[in-house]
């Protein structure tokens, strides 16, 4: 027998309010307020790269180390958050391996972030490569903290009955914290989730479920908005969204817990 509702949430703009912030590698301008998943957009054969690593390991290498070098010798592994269309891992390694990436340009970002936001609730870092000139057009860091309404809202839609689901690019390491803090199963938390992956997602969850709905943010969750019984984009962390991705969704929120509203409006 199918349960009443679930409700998918995407983590970074959507329960947490991000500081982003982006080094043009080609120019070595920072670049502030960015969204990654745009910047991934923008352009056909791109992918958001993720380091899976503690951020205090990259921190003790040598800032002059060039980064395909730091993962061959630490054993990092890495993985593709979102894509722009299809990329391997494999691909995404040769480009940054041919790059001269350095230690010294994540922790640029990285430094930036944490200076701006003393109080995050987490710091990640990330690498956009491009297939179509075999480059790495960015490095980027974000940092979240929960938005202030984020916590009630996950109690409300509990008591009202509706299991809480997190589908994210971020990684386990980040996701963990996330859930603990606002009490939802590990079970329940999908991490490095692309848009393809958050779309399966959605679908499974479809034949468990009576309703589920997809709340999310970024050019990520498109295809989660579309697939959902009711795709919800949320507007509070204030960036502006293509209109594309607007248009995905059944309804636009200005704060997550209008979501609240959703489920007692059935």
């Given at each position: ?46 992918a ?27 054993g ?17 390694y ?64 509990e ?32 991490d ?73 409006g059935?």
């Amino acid at each position: 027998m199918q349960k009443n509702v679930a409700v998918v949430f995407d983590s970074a703009g959507t329960l947490l309010h991000m500081y982003r912030v982006a080094k043009d590698m080609g120019s070595g301008q920072i670049i502030t307020g960015i969204d990654s998943t745009g910047l991934v957009a923008q352009r056909k054969g791109r992918a958001l790269i993720v380091l899976h690593t503690e951020p205090s390991v990259v921190m003790g290498a040598d800032h002059s180390m060039r980064v395909s070098d730091f993962i061959d010798e630490y054993g990092v592994t890495i993985a593709i958050s979102c894509a722009s269309d299809p990329f391997s891992v494999d691909e995404a390694y040769d480009i940054i391996k041919g790059s001269e990436l350095r230690i010294s340009d994540i922790l640029q970002v990285v430094d930036r972030v944490k200076t701006r936001c003393p109080n995050i609730f987490y710091v990640a870092a990330g690498i956009i490569v491009d297939r179509n000139d075999y480059s790495v057009p960015y490095v980027l860091s974000t940092g979240g903290r929960l938005f202030h309404d984020t916590k009630d809202t996950i109690e409300k839609l509990e008591e009202r009955g509706a299991d809480i689901y997190i589908a994210s690019g971020d990684s386990m390491r980040n996701l963990k914290q996330l859930a603990k803090c606002l009490a939802i199963p590990m079970d329940r938390v999908f991490d490095i989730a692309t848009t393809r992956e958050k779309e399966r997602i959605i679908l499974e969850l479809k034949g468990k479920y009576e309703k589920v709905l997809m709340v999310g943010d970024g050019m990520n969750d498109i295809l989660a908005l579309r697939a959902a019984d009711v795709g919800v984009m949320t507007m509070q962390q204030g960036d502006e969204r293509p209109e594309k991705l607007m248009k995905s969704a059944n309804v636009i929120i200005n704060y997550i817990k209008e979501v609240v509203d959703l489920i007692d409006g059935d």
